[in-house]
């Protein structure tokens, strides 16, 4: 059964409109995290909801957004990107990608992934940026890679993991943040089981649904 997904635009740099746009086509609902607005405008797509204190908005919003709803939330102390997964989780979306979270600064690219980590707790994430990176839990899962592609792994902050069908396997290992899962290459079929922790999968394709 599929689960309800939601796409989620903040307003960093769009390094690949076209998966912002498959990721949409695929999504059950896209929310614009305040200024996302603007990325969301000049891809032509119609957001179902705006979530945040309404401060970055595009000056003029296109005609068609007449259906478009939109949450304010004033609270100071959360970043949009905070607000934007708490409504995605309100709404019952339980996969989320996530469009436009890198740029806007070094402060931003850092608080924004403190904040994919820290909030995205239950949630199937997936960063859509030039690439992908999915926040992977406990479980087994199988990485749709074609053979020979590279994929870095890297923990959130901290996970025991095995890795099979790559280049570099792991068997019930400790893998802490760092550089020790970067650059693998897959051989075959790749399975990463995760025991303890989270760690993020990243992938230089890009998301195409």
Do not use: Q
């Amino acid at each position: 059964m599929k689960r309800p997904s939601a796409l989620i635009i903040l307003n960093g740099d769009m390094r690949d409109p076209g998966s912002a746009r498959a990721a949409a086509r695929r999504a059950d609902a896209v929310i614009c995290a305040d200024g996302g607005a603007r990325h969301a405008a000049a891809l032509r797509l119609i957001p179902d909801f705006i979530v945040g204190d309404m401060d970055s908005l595009p000056k003029a919003l296109p005609k068609t957004w007449k259906k478009t709803l939109y949450w304010c939330d004033f609270d100071p102390e959360r970043s949009d990107l905070d607000k934007a997964l708490d409504f995605a989780r309100s709404i019952g979306a339980r996969e989320v990608r996530v469009a436009g979270a890198l740029g806007g600064g070094l402060d931003h690219e850092l608080v924004n992934f403190a904040a994919l980590e820290e909030s995205a707790r239950g949630l199937d994430l997936t960063v859509i940026d030039g690439g992908t990176a999915r926040l992977l839990g406990p479980g087994r899962h199988r990485l749709l890679l074609k053979k020979g592609a590279r994929f870095s792994l890297l923990a959130a902050p901290r996970a025991r993991l095995s890795l099979a069908g790559a280049r570099f396997a792991l068997k019930n290992e400790l893998l802490r943040r760092g550089s020790r899962g970067l650059g693998n290459r897959a051989d075959g079929k790749v399975v990463l089981t995760v025991r303890e922790g989270r760690v993020w999968v990243v992938d230089a394709a890009p998301f195409r649904g």
